[in-house]
């Protein structure tokens, strides 16, 4: 912090303003610091999911974030555990998949957002073996 009598040394003129100014400008210095904002890190994963179902009357649609769990998902704690343990769920299985021809239910669903911080979209469904197997992966995501 610079005094009165160092600004004097300088070649800038004290005068009766910058005397008065002096004072001003070591307090807000000193309380900038204090009243800036903190930053809050957003969740890394902030989905919304959106399950239909045709034989139930309502679409069901939660809003999850992990790290840390919330959102309005019945069981938050839960849905982030299973995205943790299968990540790569989100991701469709390959054209060349060997996946039996079997419908387990007719539920959908709809995932959109940020996955550990990448946008994802993503429909899950229950038509083959392989998307059931995408589908019970994430159950607890369902709610």
Not at 87 to 103: F, L, N
Not at 110 to 133: H, I, P, W, Y
Request: aromatic share 6%; proline share 11%; glycine share 6%.
């Amino acid at each position: 912090m610079i005094t009165a009598d160092q600004l004097e040394e300088t070649t800038v003129p004290v005068t009766r303003l910058t005397r008065g100014l002096l004072p001003a400008l070591a307090a807000a210095t000193a309380l900038g610091g204090l009243l800036a904002p903190t930053a809050t890190a957003a969740p890394a994963t902030d989905l919304t999911i959106s399950v239909y179902d045709p034989l139930a009357p309502v679409v069901r649609e939660y809003r999850l974030t992990c790290d840390p769990d919330g959102g309005t998902h019945p069981r938050p704690k839960a849905a982030c555990e299973a995205i943790r343990r299968s990540p790569g769920t989100i991701k469709p299985p390959p054209p060349t998949a060997h996946c039996y021809d079997r419908v387990f239910g007719p539920q959908r669903a709809k995932v959109s957002g940020l996955l550990f911080g990448v946008d994802v979209a993503a429909t899950f469904s229950r038509v083959n073996s392989c998307e059931e197997d995408r589908w019970q992966a994430w159950l607890p995501v369902w709610g």
